[in-house]
C-alpha cells in the first residue's frame, strides 16, 4: 500500500546524543516536510523539501538538520543543540511543492523522548 | 496575529447533533484551506479540502468557505463519539501556498 513510513515510532534520547527519524514515502510525492508538536501549539514546520538535494528551513529549524538525497526518503536529525526535544514528530508529503491543490498528507508520527 | 486561528475547546456537543467548527485565516490571498481530524496520540488525517467560496459536502462532512470574510468552517451532521477528536484547520497562502496549521479546536461528542 502506498503512504508514508516514519520510523521508529518511540524513540528515547539521553542528553547530548543526536537521533535520527526516519520517513519514508512511496507516493511518489516531490515535496516533503517535518513538522513537531507540542499540546496546545499545533504543528510547526521543522524544514521542507521540494526536490532531491534541496531543502529549505521551517519556522523552527534550529537544532535540527535533515537531507534529501533521494525523493522517496527525507530523514531528520535532532542534534543536540536541540534543547527541549521532547515532542511528536510528523514527518508528511504532497503531490507538489507549492499551489492550489497542494495536499499534506501524514506519517504515523514518532515520539521522542529526552532521559 | 496568528496567521489561522481557531478556538482550542473544547466544544462539546451531544450524540446525533451538529458539530460546528470554526477557523479563521489572516492572508487574503489564501487559496487553498483544509480540514484534518486527529485523534489522541495519532497523526492527521485528511477529512476535506477547499479552494472555491461556498459548500462543499462529503457524507457527514460540510465544509464552508466564505473568503470575504476570511472564514472557513467544518459541520459535522448527526455527530458521533468516534469524531471525537482535534480538528485542525489549514490554510495554503503565497505563491508557494505554504500550508499553516491552527492549533486545533477538540470536539467532544457525548454519548
Known amino acids: 500500500d502506498g503512504g508514508i513510513t516514519q520510523s521508529p515510532k518511540y524513540l528515547f534520547r539521553k542528553e547530548g546524543q543526536n537521533v535520527t527519524l526516519s520517513c519514508e514515502q512511496n507516493l511518489n510525492h516531490d515535496a516533503m516536510y517535518w513538522y513537531r508538536q507540542d499540546p496546545g501549539q499545533g504543528l510547526r514546520l521543522i524544514y521542507y523539501s521540494q526536490i532531491v538535494n534541496d531543502f529549505q528551513k521551517g519556522d523552527i529549524a534550529e537544532g535540527y538538520s535533515v537531507s534529501r538525497e533521494k525523493k522517496e526518503s527525507f530523514p531528520l536529525t535532532v542534534t543536540s543543540a536541540q534543547k527541549n526535544p521532547t515532542a511528536f514528530y510528523l514527518c508528511a508529503s504532497s503531490t507538489q511543492a507549492g499551489g492550489t491543490g497542494n495536499t499534506i498528507y501524514f506519517g504515523e508520527g514518532s515520539w521522542l523522548t529526552v532521559v | 496575529q496568528k496567521e489561522v486561528e481557531q478556538n482550542s475547546g473544547p466544544l462539546s456537543v451531544p450524540e446525533g447533533a451538529i458539530a460546528s467548527l470554526n477557523c479563521t485565516y489572516s492572508?487574503?490571498?489564501?487559496?487553498?484551506f483544509f480540514w484534518y481530524r486527529q485523534y489522541s496520540g495519532k497523526s492527521p488525517e485528511l477529512i476535506m479540502s477547499i479552494y472555491s467560496n461556498g459548500d462543499k459536502e462529503d457524507g457527514r462532512f460540510t465544509a464552508q468557505l466564505n473568503k470575504a470574510s476570511q472564514y472557513v468552517s467544518l459541520l459535522i451532521r448527526d455527530s458521533q463519539p468516534s469524531d471525537s477528536a482535534t480538528y485542525l484547520c489549514?490554510?495554503?497562502?503565497?505563491?508557494?501556498?505554504?500550508?499553516?496549521f491552527g492549533i486545533g479546536t477538540k470536539l467532544q461528542v457525548i454519548p
Open positions: 489549514a490554510v495554503g497562502s503565497g505563491g508557494y501556498q505554504k500550508v499553516t
Open positions: 492572508d487574503r490571498g489564501s487559496q487553498s
